[in-house]
């Protein structure tokens, strides 16, 4: 499970490469999380599953996916769509693995917090995904910039992923992943309406656009957001969020792959030690938040 979340989860910025240029960032994501409710409705329809019986379980639920959905996916792509880099926003939001080991050290119990050979795997970790998107952070793409709106966006989008991930294994009580997506995309939905409406730009429908959503339908929210709340309520809360670390090596094979971006023997080191510090966190024997 964890290896298809990454392979999945990894094809979010090849989406967002080829749909990005054709669709303003909120616009977008509103069409995808709708598309994402009709079919999640008609699965739950057919195989008959059952919903939610508490207020406070929808509530949560939908708290989760107002984080999780519209912010940190708003944030991520609004960032991008403003002009940051892949490999400047695929860092910032690396951190997240760092900030959910700090809150659980300092708020958890005994059991659930970070022990040494975890932090040391979390500081691997990071360290490998700089060097990972060291060459995109040097080199720069085509119109990059940094400015303080879409460096803000992406922040957002690295607090909302973080805040999502705790509350959930927090609050969120374990139930059929299809009613809890569907839940939580109708809670991001509601938010992203009124940020659709006020853009400007007009969603281009071409091959281009429509393979994007299509995928970001069928492969990003229908596998990789079930995939990510299925490990979310199985595992300890560090060891999924350091599955994060994993997502741009990954996309750097699978942009190599397709549109012959270079891998640099750096980029090489830098996977071997982020997924050496992948291990190190996820290894059984870990002090892991069960």
């Known amino acids: 499970m964890p290896a298809v979340f990454v392979l999945i989860w990894a094809t979010g910025f090849i989406v967002a490469r080829y749909g990005m240029p054709h669709a303003p960032p909120f616009t ?8 994402s409710i009709v079919c999640f409705g ?22 989760t996916g107002a984080l999780m959905h519209a912010g940190y996916l708003g944030g991520v792509w609004a960032a991008v ?5 892949s490999g400047l926003s695929a860092l910032i939001v690396g951190i997240q693995p760092v900030l959910t080991a700090i809150w659980l050290s300092v708020t958890g119990t005994a059991a659930s917090r970070v022990s040494g050979r975890q932090w040391l795997g979390l500081l691997m970790g990071f360290g490998g995904l700089v060097l990972v998107v060291w060459r995109k952070l040097t080199q720069g793409q085509a119109g990059d910039h940094v400015t303080a709106v879409n460096l803000s966006w992406a922040v957002f989008a690295l607090l909302c992923i973080t805040a999502g991930t705790l509350y959930q294994k927090r609050f969120v009580k374990p139930c059929d992943v299809r009613t809890a997506n569907t839940i939580q995309l109708l809670a991001a939905a509601l938010v992203t309406i009124p940020l659709a409406l006020l853009e ?28 990510l709340y299925l490990l979310i309520q199985r595992g300890a809360a560090a060891s999924v969020t350091s599955l994060m670390y994993l997502v741009p090596p990954t996309t750097a094979v699978m942009a190599w792959l397709l549109f012959a ?16 510090g992948v291990g190190l966190v996820v290894r059984p024997g870990a002090a892991l938040n069960r």
């Open 28 to 35: 977008f994501l509103l069409y995808r999380y709708l598309l």
């Open 42 to 63: 008609m699965w739950i329809a057919v195989a008959r599953v059952r919903w939610p019986q508490t207020g406070i379980e929808w509530l949560h639920l939908g708290a």
């Open 81 to 85: 769509k403003g002009g940051m880099g």
């Open 200 to 227: 400007p730009e007009a969603f281009r429908w071409n091959a281009q656009s429509a393979g994007a959503m299509a995928w970001s339908v069928r492969g990003l929210t229908l596998g990789g957001s079930s995939l």
């Open 261 to 276: 971006e270079p891998v640099t023997l750096t980029t090489v080191i830098g996977i071997g030690i982020t997924a050496l």
